[in-house]
């Protein structure tokens, strides 16, 4: 497969999602395809939107910023910076990777998501005490580390 090909309808696929542009994002996929993230494995178009929607729910003002980017075959992988906005106006900056996996079509029949979802627990920490249990769960499992 072409390498530089794959790099640029990736490119174009971060800048759909950057729009959220739900229905661009869905036309780089096929209407089989899998996604994966939080140990969760949606199937089709309609598991993909859900994972979007569930995203634009939390965040807005995406940017993503490629930090390491490897392709080989049909697979792409990508470790990226996400700077965003939570709708209660908080910054949230979060490294992420993706597996993306093409067919001969160059649509994407694979999508693997990976980031750390306790950094991303804060968006939906409604109280205060949610918070501080966070932050006592973040801290635990730490612990060891520092």
Same mark, same amino acid.
Request: glycine share 4%; proline share 0%; aromatic share 12%.
């Given at each position: 497969m072409d390498a530089s090909r794959i790099r640029v309808l990736a490119k174009a696929l971060d800048d759909a999602i950057e729009n959220e542009d739900i229905e661009k994002v869905l036309s780089f996929f096929t209407e089989d395809c899998e996604t994966e993230l939080l140990g969760l494995r949606l199937e089709g178009g309609h598991g993909?939107?859900?994972?979007l929607g569930w995203i634009y729910k939390h965040v807005t003002n995406i940017t993503l910023s490629p930090i390491t980017i490897i392709?080989?075959?049909?697979?792409?992988? @990508?470790?990226? $910076? /996400?700077?965003?906005k939570?709708?209660?106006?908080?910054?949230?900056?979060?490294?992420?990777?993706?597996?993306?996996?093409?067919? @001969?079509?160059? $649509? /994407?029949t694979s999508l693997r998501l990976y980031f750390d979802r306790l950094l991303l627990a804060d968006t939906m920490a409604t109280n205060i005490v949610d918070r501080i249990l966070l932050n006592q769960v973040i801290k635990k499992s730490l612990k060891g580390l520092e």
């Open positions: 993909l939107k859900l994972a392709i080989d075959g049909s697979v792409f992988f @990508e470790e990226f $910076l /996400v700077r965003a939570t709708h209660k106006g908080k910054r949230l900056e979060v490294n992420q990777a993706e597996v993306l996996i093409y067919n @001969e079509d160059y $649509l /994407v």
